[in-house]
């Protein structure tokens, strides 16, 4: 069993900025891909970023430019640097892992006041 455990969601103002972290633990065989998806309210769930365990990235239209996806293999950890932020971004952002399936965050609130 593998658990994710994201940290760092919390209230900004617009044009502000925020770090998500996502620490995996337990029964890891090898994680491959990691990344963040989110949800607004009455949205459907979408991707914002990936990283590949080599540290190829690839982001959501709606937010290349602003946010930087990072990864430490030693740790287990990927990280959403979130910079410029819009009331737009405000959803819930989940993080993911791939490691022979896929394992899912809890979810963390990241909410952009205007």
């Known amino acids: 069993q593998v658990q994710l455990v994201e940290s760092g969601g919390g209230l900004v103002q617009v044009g502000g900025s925020l770090r998500l972290s996502c620490a995996a633990s337990?029964?890891?065989?090898?994680?491959?891909?990691m990344g963040w998806h989110r949800q607004a309210p009455g949205k459907q769930r979408e991707l914002v970023a990936i990283?590949?365990?080599?540290?190829?990235?690839n982001y959501a239209d709606s937010v290349n430019g602003r946010f930087t996806i990072s990864r430490d293999n030693a740790k287990n950890t990927v990280y959403l640097q979130m910079n410029s932020l819009k009331p737009e971004d405000t959803a819930v952002y989940y993080c993911y892992a791939v490691s022979l399936t896929y394992y899912w965050g809890q979810g963390t609130q990241v909410t952009v006041s205007s």
């Open positions: 990283i590949t365990r080599g540290g190829s990235t």
């Open positions: 337990g029964n890891i065989f090898r994680i491959n891909d």
